[in-house]
T-cell receptor
Framework: GAVVSQHPSRVICKSGTSVKIECRSLDFQATTMFWYRQFPKQSLMLMATSNEGSKATYEQGVEKDKFLINHASLTLSTLTVTSAHPEDSSFYIC?????????????FGQGTRLTVV | KQEVTQIPAALSVPEGENLVLNCSFTDSAIYNLQWFRQDPGKGLTSLLLIQSSQREQTSGRLNASLDKSSGRSTLYIAASQPGDSATYLCAVSQGNLIFGKGTKLSVKP
């Protein structure tokens, strides 16, 4: 299957600082990528849809000024958690679909465990 | 609003057993259903994708079925192995993926 690479896998940061997470499609181009957040023993919750060359679409309740998304190329999307607080500590996962069509298979990155201290 | 439910939440079986994981969804207007595996602290690995027009898909010891009209899917794992221990997630696509909470499987040697 297609490969989606996410970096870093773990990060610890101090409250008030910003953290950038990268998501790359290694062997395919993706005009659309998706960012999820996962709490312990909970479902993955879609945060936002990242669109290459245009603004991201955020789900209801997700602060766009806090979770900045940039999709500058067809293989790279970044999520920046700005002014991080302990409640932002979570597992963040990105995904992309091969072919960018709705019915195609979704592939996921390895996830990033963010801990804010 | 689409809701995806997975039963059971956790399952422990001895090695070699065949087992079935269940997934149900409330809105049958889906594009496809996908089963994933998640190891602790890791991302998701895609196992099987069933399009809405399909009834089942097979990959090795895994077989997934889909009954869209009743809003159900099952993942059958044959001859389970300790390496199958993980959390199994199902997700339906309605444009975006909507996930269940998963079934945590433990296969005892």
């Amino acid at each position: 299957g297609a490969v989606v690479s996410q970096h870093p896998s773990r990060v610890i940061c101090k409250s008030g600082t910003s953290v950038k997470i990268e998501c790359r499609s290694l062997d395919f181009q993706a005009t659309t990528m998706f960012w999820y957040r996962q709490f312990p023993k909970q479902s993955l919750m879609l945060m936002a849809t990242s669109n290459e060359g245009s603004k991201a679409t955020y789900e209801q309740g997700v602060e766009k000024d806090k979770f900045l998304i940039n999709h500058a190329s067809l293989t790279l999307s970044t999520l920046t958690v700005t002014s991080a607080h302990p409640e932002d500590s979570s597992f963040y996962i990105c995904s992309a679909r091969v072919g960018d069509e709705v019915g195609t298979e979704a592939f996921f990155g390895q996830g990033t465990r963010l801990t804010v201290v | 609003k689409q809701e995806v439910t997975q039963i059971p939440a956790a399952l422990s079986v001895p090695e070699g057993e065949n087992l079935v994981l269940n997934c149900s969804f409330t809105d049958s207007a889906i594009y496809n259903l996908q089963w994933f595996r998640q190891d602790p602290g890791k991302g998701l690995t895609s196992l099987l994708l069933i399009q809405s027009s399909q009834r089942e898909q097979t990959s090795g010891r895994l077989n997934a079925s889909l009954d869209k009209s009743s809003g159900r899917s099952t993942l059958y794992i044959a001859a389970s192995q300790p390496g199958d221990s993980a959390t199994y997630l199902c997700a339906v696509s309605q444009g975006n993926l909507i996930f269940g909470k998963g079934t945590k499987l433990s296969v005892k040697p």
